[in-house]
């Protein structure tokens, strides 16, 4: 789906980070650090590929309200669906989100992310803008930014976007597009997702 192709960019930004000299703000600071974290983790020699996977898996969870993401990309059949097939969907995107990241960290270096300022759009939630940059090879900055939610003053990611083109919007028409050409069978969905997080595995 399409929502590789955009993680491969972001999971390239995260394997190299340059820290901004200033945060204006606390949703910057939250993104520019926790960044930082998973650069650690991602360069860490000394762990092995197990452990620098358990690592990073707990890094993500910690980032993310994954189970806020889900709920969001199933649409309107989150309220046709039972409980049992909504926790079943939950834990299904989480493992498969979880080996999508798992699939690519580990494969790009280099990249500089810079926090470059943020625009808030409403109350609870800022984007934090950033743009990933080559030094190898120059060119044009990427674009990535990231939808952060403060839940009083505790920060979460529910959304990043590259160039432009928000995942979770990408990732909710492609599941209720698959769902509704599906008799809107969210088992069937979690199917296919437990079939690509053990290709992505």
Excluded: C
Excluded at 49 to 76: N, P
Excluded at 120 to 140: A, C, F, L, S
């Amino acid at each position: 789906m399409r929502l590789i192709l955009a993680v491969l960019f972001v999971t390239v930004a995260m394997t190299g980070l340059s820290r901004p000299a200033t945060a204006a703000t606390p949703a910057e600071q939250f993104i520019a650090e926790n960044v930082q974290r998973g650069l650690t983790i991602l360069n860490d020699k000394q762990l092995s590929k197990v452990e620098r996977r358990t690592q990073f898996q707990e890094f993500l969870l910690s980032l993310t309200d994954i189970r806020l993401i889900a709920d969001y990309t199933l649409g309107q059949y989150r309220r046709t669906a039972t409980p049992d097939q909504l926790a079943a969907y939950e834990t299904a995107f989480k493992d498969y989100a979880l080996a999508v990241y798992q699939g690519y960290f580990s494969k790009y270096t280099g990249q500089t992310l810079q926090v470059v300022g943020s625009t808030p759009p409403d109350d609870d939630e800022t984007i934090v803008k950033t743009v990933m940059v080559d030094p190898k090879k120059g060119g044009k900055p990427l674009e990535v930014d990231f939808r952060v939610l403060n839940r009083a003053g505790h920060f979460l990611v529910v959304d990043f976007s590259v160039e432009g083109v928000w995942i979770r919007e990408l990732e909710r028409s492609d599941f209720t597009s698959y769902l509704g050409q599906h008799g809107g069978n969210v088992s069937s969905l979690i199917q296919v997702l437990r079939n690509k997080t053990q290709q992505n595995g």
